[in-house]
């Protein structure tokens, strides 16, 4: 099969290797018919952290063979991996942290025994505890709702978890911090929470315009501090409810900080690369700002969502604005780092 | 009047100043029947942080006189002042967070228009916002229950504060990083949640013992990972379900994040002068390790706390392990300092 590859900061490839099989009674081997880049996959690609080979984490896909233990996930199903992989009956899954899973762990790597797990970026995955992980989404590779089920994959997932950390609901005023792929999936999260406003910080007027089809209602196209005041401005001087920080720098989070009302919390997702001194509490403690998220449980949001996904009412399927197929996969990644594509979809060639 | 002066790092002293009297129509005036030092008072006392003049934000006492728009607070009452102060009626107060009330401050320290609020470590204090600020509680000065009340103004509502940011409650296990005052009424207010296992972190055998007559399960008598490794021990491998946070050092929340399980809560009330480098996020996020706390909003929580101090299921008092005249409170200082007491209560002499 292809599958594509990191080979050095800027440099993806797509390669060939073996097709995956079921190696353990627990595998499934899914077909991909979708994948995407992720923001953080261009933290590697970047260079700003360390990481090679094997890329994508975000797929869905037709089963094509599942192990002897596999006993809920079928073959010929189209099913969704979230971009962990996790057993769904370990203390931590349990409690509904499958991202904790005590044998779980990522795609495109060896797991725990040395057996390669695929990236989600290549025709095929061989998918370890299939059940635990999987969710059967009943549509054909051809429903026109397969972008907005990949979303699930991750970024819609991420999305909420920061919506929710950031309190949304009934009444709320939430402020979102980033206009990327997962930004504008907190704002879909935080309508769907039912928040009565909005904000999202962009000074990128096509972000701004999605973001405002996605529920936002008020944009800020400021930056630092003047974003934050003007978050202070639109609140009456109280600042939002809630703050969604989906960028995860120095810079966001002293933004995100400054946007929010005492007693407030911020929803935070963006992977903290580049918080290199660490957070400032000093801003946070007589203001009592709290702090909820990190690694979307995008498991345990998956059966959540997957109706609203399914039956229209929540559409994240906009966020993909560039669909490349995996040959020109490195175009895809040129094109999220340049900013020109919010997220891109890529398509195994060979794919259902 | 006496009251207490900081004159440099160290440098405890006793002076005379005039009486205070009602200056604004929202004032009262209070004799103190007993204030207290805080473990925040020593970080100026250490030079660690600026701050000199007049000192202590935790008291008790009797009104003895009244603006002419107070309408709740009568004279003769005796009423438990909460650290700061507050008017009770604007957006912050409203929303259950007097600690960033529009108008009020601090004690020992001038107002907004330059007019002295007085210290609480001194003989009459004027209480502006008096109606927002002060709460009764029907008591004569001779009550044995006024330690326990005093612990109403700040460290019982700090301690409750770090055991509600960590989730305490039924079926829960909750870690207590400090054995401080804080931390030992951390303990309480974790109990009072009705947490069912908690675990104090104490190497100090006497501080140790009294969280277990204050309803700590179990005790650590370790620090830094040998005491986050316990606390996982006594846990399974799973972690705390909440840790409170009564320290503020690097080192206490590296351990508190250690001690926590995934997708847990740290409550954090330590005032946070020592996280000079700020807080680590990265081994926040996998885990999804939330943090809730700051300031703790004594003044909202005293009408909640009160009833259970005056029928004697909730008792403090015994974190005051020193009394002292406030003429000679440079032993208390010291005594705190030393850690030879946990909390010093200082009598005013012309005390009711």
């Known amino acids: 099969m292809r599958a594509a590859v990191l080979d050095a900061p800027g440099a993806i490839s797509v390669q060939t290797f073996p097709d995956p099989t079921v190696v353990k009674p627990t595998d499934a081997v899914v077909a991909v018919v979708a994948a995407c880049v992720c923001g953080s996959d261009l933290w590697p ?5 360390a990481g090679r080979g094997r890329m994508g984490h975000e797929f869905l896909g037709v089963v094509v063979d599942v192990g002897a233990e596999v006993t809920e996930i079928r073959t010929g199903q189209l099913v969704i991996a979230p971009f962990l ?8 899954c349990r409690a509904g942290w499958p991202t904790s899973c005590l044998v779980g762990g990522g795609y495109g790597a060896e797991d725990r025994d040395g057996i390669m797990v695929d990236g ?3 025709e095929f995955v061989r998918v370890p505890q299939a059940d635990g992980t999987l969710v059967v989404a009943d549509v054909t590779p051809q429903d026109s ?20 950390g950031a309190g949304a609901g009934p009444g709320r005023t939430i402020a979102v911090v980033g206009d990327g792929a997962v930004g504008l999936c907190a704002v879909l999260g935080a309508r769907h929470l039912g928040a009565e406003r909005i904000v999202i910080l962009s000074t990128h007027p096509d972000r701004a315009d999605l973001a405002v089809r996605f529920g936002a209602t008020d944009v800020v196209a400021a930056r630092g501090d003047e974003a934050s005041d003007a978050v202070r401005e639109l609140t009456e001087g109280v600042g939002a409810d809630g703050v969604c920080e989906c960028v995860g720098t120095q810079g966001s989070w002293a933004t995100a900080v400054a946007a929010c009302r005492p007693g407030g919390s911020i929803g935070w997702v963006g992977v903290p690369h580049e918080v290199t001194d660490g957070l400032p509490l000093f801003p946070m403690f007589r203001p009592n700002i709290g702090i909820r998220g990190g690694t979307a449980p995008a498991r345990r949001y998956l059966p959540e969502l997957l109706p609203s996904v399914l039956d229209g009412s929540l559409d994240p399927g906009p966020v993909f604005d560039l669909t490349v197929p995996l040959e020109d996969i490195a175009a895809g990644y040129a094109a999220m780092d340049d900013r020109r594509a919010i997220k891109v979809l890529v398509v195994p060639s060979g794919s259902v």
Do not use: E, F, K, N
Not at 145 to 164: F, K, N, W
């Open 45 to 49: 690609y970047r260079g700003v952290s």
């Open 85 to 92: 992989w996790s057993c769904g009956h370990c203390v931590h």
């Open 120 to 122: 989600g970026q290549g």
């Open 145 to 164: 709702r397969i972008p907005a089920l990949l979303s699930l994959s991750d970024v819609m997932g991420t999305g909420y978890h920061a919506a929710l």
